[in-house]
């Protein structure tokens, strides 16, 4: 909280505070939201780079070699580090907040949390799974 | 266990000056006592001109909302014994404007609540000859806990949107829609969604969440709001689909 105040017209006497440029450290919450908006940027970046990967491996071998050097570049390797964290922190931090967007009611009473938890986390335990065979049997 | 606490409580006198200042008083210490407690016995004992609102005392009128230590609290259910040794500071809710000391103007609260209608719309009323309108105890448990809400405005205190946009509808008058919205017995859900899917309305949340973990009545106001953008984003897709029929 800073600035000076801003008045409302007809009662010029009460008092207005105006919202810190830096209300978002102001308790731990705050500061997880912005950094949970913080993450869809690295979420974005992950997606460009795969998209970026079926372009090298749609013009051949050599070009998606130079694509896997350069992956391998550390400065790559500190971005990917980076954004694997973040992906992961949204993943999570989303997963957790589902039960407050679906209610689920199975014979008129409602689905407890962690069953719309649990299933977020099954069905990305499943599909990790399902990648990780295609990947290791080619 | 200290005898005394000390109390240290925003003043705002705008007669004297233009902006709020901090007093601290020295409060004997009970351990039966809430913040509001405490505000009575300034308020009877120590200096007369100190102004809140209260009325109830037992989180039900919703009246007596400050912030505790920075956090949003309805001072008859805080208890000085969580905040030991001190000192304890009590200010008015954040975002509203200060009228004196802890005493805040809510009428641009009023003005959203209005605006979305919590009340139940008919398209048509059957006759009294048909007896009341039925309601099985499943159909009230989908919108009970939004009922709940006691216009205490913690929630709007906590919501960083609300503080940066003030145009935003908020939390309490978007669950007490979805209140509505709900039961069985109403069917304004479509004017209603005219409203809340507007620019001041559901989209503005970005779920930050502490609305619901500041509610002393557990109406989980961030859950309705989501679960709104869910019906708005499906209504949405159906009218883009099926235009013309426009529920």
Redesign the interface.
Known sequence: MSAGPRYTLYHPRWYRRRVSVWWWLQNRSYTGFVLRELTSVFVAFFAMVSLWQLRALAQGPETYGRFLARLGTPLFLALDTIAFLSVLFHAITWFNLTPKAIVLRVGGKRVPDWVIVGSNYAAWLVLSGAVAVVLLRG | MPSTVALTVAR?R??QE???TFQTYEIPFRKDWVVLDALNHVKDQLDGSLSYRWSCRMGVCGSCGMKVN??PKLTCATFLSEYLPGPIRVEPL??????RDLVV?LTEFVRKLKQVKPWIIRQEEKPLGEGEYLQ?P?QL??YKQFSLCINCMLCYSAC?IY??EPSFIGPAAIALAQRYNMDSRDQGAAERLKILSERDGIWQC?????C??VCPKHV?P??AI??Y??TGATQWVRSLLLPWRTR
């Open positions: 705002y705008p007669e233009s902006e709020p920075g956090t954040d975002y509203f404007p200060v009228v103007d099985t499943d448990d989908t960083p503080g940066l970005t779920f930050v969440g502490e619901t973990k989980d961030a859950g989501q679960q953008k869910f």
